[in-house]
């Protein structure tokens, strides 16, 4: 077998191995709570 078919060979056990390896999810997202604010009351024009 030439080198090269082994290179290639070895390169796409790599890439199979790199596909099949399970997720790690390490990543921590802080959400910020939004703010409520309450809508002002309509008073009439002239109150």
Not at 2 to 31: E, G, H, I, M, W
Request: glycine fraction near 2%; proline fraction near 6%; charge should be negative.
């Amino acid at each position: 077998m030439s080198n090269t078919v082994r290179a290639t060979l070895a390169l796409y056990l790599v890439l199979f191995a790199a596909a099949c390896a399970p997720k790690v999810d390490d990543q921590v997202v802080y959400v910020e709570e939004p703010t409520i604010t309450v809508e002002p009351t309509y008073t009439g024009k002239y109150k």
